[in-house]
């Protein structure tokens, strides 16, 4: 219970700063449609006004969570979102749009992961490539995604390829780089007087890696995907945004955007950082049981 309260106290702070920066944002509407009307408007007016709006400049929380619930939970067919009576995924629900986005995520993370591991491994075991490779890597990182995006999706669709795989290009681009890093640092991790021991048993290369380097790598691994899923999950929405996608959560954002449906467009910011969330939680649950069985504290 000590440890809830705390996080309790911050999440209920952020609320009320939440709800003051919705009555703030959102009054000045209020008072011009007063004065239009030529009427005098109290603070209980601004205040119920204000946290009610059909398109306000920031909704308030209980608006967003109302919005959440609709098009999460809400199974009504006509004039719901959500899951329909049939049982299949209507279109217009949030469960639905993140069903997509994670496919292209979890894609992209297998792919950025994998790039990671097989780069770290060269450029530990081979100086040429520590030399001329991981400076590129490291430039890489500097060109902003939003630059990169659209010339992915517009190149890959030019030669017939759309639908999942631009987006997780995008992803993978993304979530490689911090499993690269943590991966390097994790196979340098044994110092000289290990690698020396191994050297004396007249150990192979292969055999320092698969002994040494790869379990003192473990840690390193997980904080690094841990950074990398949660990248893969904002690759994969930015990916959705250039590409016009009809679904996702990018997709759900930029529809907000173009109808000024600014509920919807927070609605679907708090679903993608639930995602990224549980994500980040079930990677560190994964942490917990792999490190555990090989005797190493999380």
Known sequence: ?????????????????WYAAAVGLNAQWTRDQAARAGVE???SDILSDTLSQARPKLPAPHQVAVE?????WDEEVNGRRGIVATGTLSNRSLIYHG???????????AFGTGLGI?????????KAMDMSFMPWAIASQTVPILAIAPMVIVVLASIGVKGLIPKAIIAAYLSFFPVLVGMVKGFRAPDGMQLDLLKTYNASRFGTFWRLRL??????????LKVGIAAALVGTIVGELPAGASAGLGARLLSGSYYGQTIQIWAALLAAAALAAGLVVIVGMIERVVLGRMGMRS
Request: no cysteine; hydrophobic share 60%.
């Open 1 to 17: 219970m000590k440890s809830v309260m705390p996080i309790l106290t911050v999440l209920l702070a952020l609320v009320l700063i």
């Open 41 to 43: 408007v109290s603070f």
């Open 68 to 72: 959440l619930y609709q098009s999460t």
């Open 99 to 109: 069903w997509v986005t994670l496919s292209a995520t979890m894609l992209g993370f």
């Open 118 to 126: 097989l780069l770290a491994v060269g450029i530990v075991h081979s």
């Open 215 to 224: 379990p003192s790598s473990v840690p390193y691994l997980f904080a690094s």
